[in-house]
Structures are given as structure tokens and as C-alpha cells.
């Protein structure tokens, strides 16, 4: 009886011996194997990143529909339907294309836009731009003809705001806003759009660094300086100016100080020459507030020393 249980037991021994032999893994062998088995992690790593990437080309295609709608409205101010309707088919490719990513979306991200507000007769138009890789989305819409005289331009200045998007619906009006425009019916197709773009920019977000503020006016000032656009850029600037102040009195480097007051002194020559729009004395203007712009830029990413105590000697 013993002896027959002494097999049994040798034969189960033996049986879990390979089985043991087939799970485990030699140090050689596991330097042979794919990195996603030896780290499961760095797969979810890339997953991760993967999202992230989908998330911020959906950011970008949504701030890429945003500014087209606003060239469109752009267009149908000065009474221009053929480029408006290039915009409109813009904005749409986009919005088809965000379609097919996702129904619904609300940025967790503020984004930059260039905020413009123009006054016709007792009418407000409000339009988003969006400041993308620092460069505005350049309209090629000659706007100093026509009915330009009508318009004015009453305030220009960087803001950052959310963004959701119900995609079917930008479709749909867009889809509208189209259809609208090859009936030449700019009043329609104006609803259309208007009705996306208040449902789409959420509420704006409150910088609170006078520094970083006053570089996006500054590029923001630029961009509308290289479209001509003179009075936009001087609201631009002003924010600039202003934010400049507020920085000012923060900072503690004497230096520092003496430049920043500089700046805001330029600013204003700049501002009256601005008032003229004499094209000679213009030319470089784009160049300056970009040199400003970058300067600004070295300033937040070195900041001046602030006042402190004096280090006690080390002892020997």
C-alpha cells in the first residue's frame, strides 16, 4: 500500500514539473521579449498619448472651424459672398471631420482667440479669430473698399474661452449657412452662423499674469497690423500697454522697470502713428510689436530677481 502511494505521488510530481518548466521565464528569455509583455504600463502609457493626440486635434479642427465661421460673418459684413462661401465650405470639411471622431465636445483647455467687436449703425458683431502656432488666420479679403467707411472697429484684445461643440448641429447650420449662400441670401446664411458660434464659444477665462497678457495682445496686435487693419491693432495694443502697467508695479528689478516703462512709451508713439495710416511710415510696424512681443516672451521666461535676504556666510 505504501509503495503504491508512493507512485501516485511520483507520477503527480513529475506531472506538475513541466507545467512549472512551461510558465517560467528565464532571465535570458525575458530580455527576449516584446517590451509591451515585460511593461504592461508602457502600453497604457501609449494609450494614453494616443488620446491626448486625438484630443488636441479635435482642439485645434474645433479653433480651426471657429475662425473660418468668423471670416465667413467677415465676408457677409462687407457684402463679399464669394469668399464667405469658401469659408463656409471650410468650416464645414472641419466640422464633418470632427464628425467622425466624436458628437459632442467640450474643451477641458482654454484657447486663444482674437477677440474683435465691430459696430455698424446700431448692429454688434462679435468674432473670434484664433491665434494659431502665434500666427492669425490671414483672410485675404481686401476690406478697404466698399462698405468698410460703414464699419468701425471698436475694441480688439486676446482672450482665452472654452469651446463645446455639438458637431451635428455646427453641421446642420453650416449645411444651412451653405445652402443659404448659393441663394445669395447673406441674411440667412449670417443666422446660420451666428446661431453655431454663440452656442460653440463657452465663457471666458481670467488670466491673471499681466506678462503673459501682454504678449498675446502684443502678437495678436501684429497679426492685425499685417492685415492692415490699424484701429484693431491699436486696441491691441492698449491692452498691451495696460497689462505692461500692471507689471510694472510687481516688479522689483530697477532695470527691469526701466525697460518695461520703455515699452510703454513706444507703445504709444506707435499708437499715434497708427491714428494716421500712413502707409510709409507703417512698414515695419509688424516687425517692432513682434520684436516687443519676443522680448516680453524672454521676460516671463526669465523673471527678474525679486527682493530678498541677504545670505549669511558659510562657516569655514
Not at 216 to 245: C, P, T
Not at 290 to 316: L, N, T, Y
Request: aromatic residues 4%; hydrophobic residues 40%; negative net charge.
Amino acid at each position: 500500500m505504501k509503495c503504491q502511494l508512493i507512485r501516485v505521488l511520483v507520477a503527480h510530481i513529475l506531472m506538475l514539473i513541466p507545467l512549472a518548466g512551461a510558465l517560467a521565464v528565464s532571465p535570458a528569455q525575458a530580455q527576449q521579449e516584446p517590451a509591451e509583455k515585460i511593461q504592461p504600463p508602457a502600453a497604457d502609457a501609449n494609450h494614453a498619448q494616443e488620446i491626448n493626440k486625438a484630443y488636441f486635434e479635435q482642439l485645434r479642427n474645433g479653433s480651426l472651424m471657429i475662425g473660418h465661421m468668423s471670416l465667413a460673418l467677415m465676408a457677409l459684413e462687407h457684402g463679399v459672398l464669394d469668399v464667405a462661401g469658401k469659408d463656409v465650405d471650410e468650416a464645414l470639411k472641419l466640422a464633418r471631420t470632427l464628425e467622425k471622431s466624436v458628437p459632442e465636445f467640450k474643451s477641458k483647455d482654454s484657447l486663444r482667440f482674437g477677440k474683435l467687436i465691430h459696430e455698424e449703425e446700431n448692429t454688434t458683431r462679435v468674432f473670434y479669430i484664433p491665434i494659431v502656432d502665434e500666427s492669425f488666420m490671414v483672410h485675404g479679403l481686401d476690406t478697404r473698399g466698399g462698405e468698410r467707411e460703414k464699419i468701425r472697429e471698436t475694441d480688439a484684445r486676446m482672450v482665452h474661452a472654452h469651446v463645446s461643440l455639438d458637431i451635428r448641429k455646427a453641421v446642420s447650420g453650416l449645411t444651412d449657412a451653405k445652402a443659404a449662400l448659393e441663394k445669395k441670401d447673406a441674411k440667412a446664411a449670417e443666422q446660420a452662423l451666428t446661431g453655431i458660434m454663440s452656442a460653440t464659444v463657452g465663457d471666458e477665462v481670467i488670466v491673471n499674469d499681466p506678462l503673459h497678457v501682454t504678449h498675446d495682445n502684443l502678437i495678436l496686435a501684429a497679426n492685425l497690423l499685417r492685415e492692415e487693419r490699424y484701429d484693431s491693432a491699436r486696441f491691441a495694443l492698449k491692452y498691451a500697454r495696460k497689462d505692461l502697467g500692471d507689471y510694472s508695479s510687481r516688479v522689483h528689478d530697477p532695470a527691469r522697470k526701466q525697460h518695461v516703462e520703455q515699452m510703454r512709451k513706444e507703445i504709444d508713439a506707435l499708437s499715434d502713428r497708427l491714428r494716421k495710416e500712413d502707409p510709409t511710415t507703417l512698414q515695419k510696424t509688424e516687425d517692432t510689436v513682434k520684436g516687443w512681443g519676443a522680448k516680453v516672451k524672454k521676460w516671463f521666461d526669465h523673471p527678474a530677481p525679486e527682493p530678498g535676504h541677504i545670505p549669511e556666510p558659510q562657516s569655514r
